[in-house]
């Protein structure tokens, strides 16, 4: 052992003036000595030099993620398919076999909400009426500002960021992923919100990520400014630190259910 101690001490010299960091050349040193030795020992010197970044990272906390179908243990829910009572305006909209319909009104929650992660499942009427912005329209917004279009794009030409998946009036989903109508979809969106200086004026904008049924429509999309219809968006004005989650009455029966949110501002994970 002692010549295979001495025969390793000089291979990690040898590396070292190759180059080779202090650690690694030991390692891989006393790891070749083992193996050529068929010494058990090579676990041993193996892990004695594991790489540490050193920067000190908090345990992260351990969250169930549920059934499938389900919600994450430390989730919001904001409609669990029983009632609406988390949103103003629900009283117009019906509820019945785990979901909910629009009609009449747009709904928005009671709770503000900043940067997020949602989940919503929505599916546009399975009887097939209208064209282009006619059909199965609603839609997401973030903040109360910021529309996420909900549309029957499914063989439905319609302008294309004003699609299903569209930042409406701002930019295109990166494709067409909509099932047929009267088919539950999902949307889970990333939003960060707009940040101003003390001054007001913008530092940072709004940005989603999104993805519908599992593919993604945008990347981390900078959002030009809360949703408008005939205007190009803007951050002419401040927006809050906080807003509600809304879903958009525009006359068609599009089903909700299952719709859940996270916190995720770095001052306030779940
Ligand atoms: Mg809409």
């Not at 050193?54 to 994450?72: F, M, N, Q, T, Y």
């Not at 929650?109 to 006619?134: M, N, R």
């Not at 599992?214 to 968006?233: F, S, Y």
Request: aromatic share 10%; glycine share 12%; net charge positive.
């Amino acid at each position: 052992m002692r010549l295979s101690t001495g025969v390793a001490a000089a291979m990690s010299a040898n590396l070292v003036k190759r180059g080779w960091s202090k650690p690694w050349a030991s390692t891989l040193a006393v790891l070749a000595v083992c193996v050529g030795a068929g010494s058990t020992c090579v676990l041993i010197a193996a892990s004695a030099h594991e790489y540490e970044s050193g920067i000190k990272w908090l345990e992260p906390k351990v969250v169930d993620p549920g059934p499938v179908g389900g919600h994450p243990a430390d989730a919001i829910v904001l409609f669990d398919g029983k009632d609406l009572s988390k949103w103003k305006g629900g009283d117009a909209w019906e509820i019945r076999d785990g979901y909910a319909v629009g009609k009449r009104n747009g709904i928005s929650t009671k709770e503000a909400f900043g940067d997020c992660q949602l989940h919503i499942e929505w599916a546009t009427p399975a009887k097939v009426e209208g064209s282009g912005q006619g059909r199965g329209n609603s839609g997401v917004y973030l903040m109360g500002l910021y529309e996420v279009q909900i549309l029957d794009s499914y063989d439905n030409k319609t302008y294309f960021d004003g699609q299903a998946g569209a930042i409406y009036k701002q930019h295109p989903p990166m494709v067409n992923v909509c099932r047929k109508p009267g088919e539950w979809q999902s949307y889970d969106i990333v939003f960060q919100t707009a940040r101003f200086g003390e001054d007001h004026k913008l530092i940072r904008p709004a940005s989603v990520t999104v993805f519908q049924n599992g593919v993604l429509l945008h990347h981390k999309q900078a959002l030009l400014g809360p949703t408008g219809w005939r205007i190009l968006a803007n951050y002419n004005k401040q927006t809050p630190a906080r807003g509600p989650i809304a879903l958009q009455d525009h006359g068609n029966a599009v089903r909700f259910r299952n719709i859940w949110i996270r916190n995720i501002a770095e001052d306030e994970k779940p």
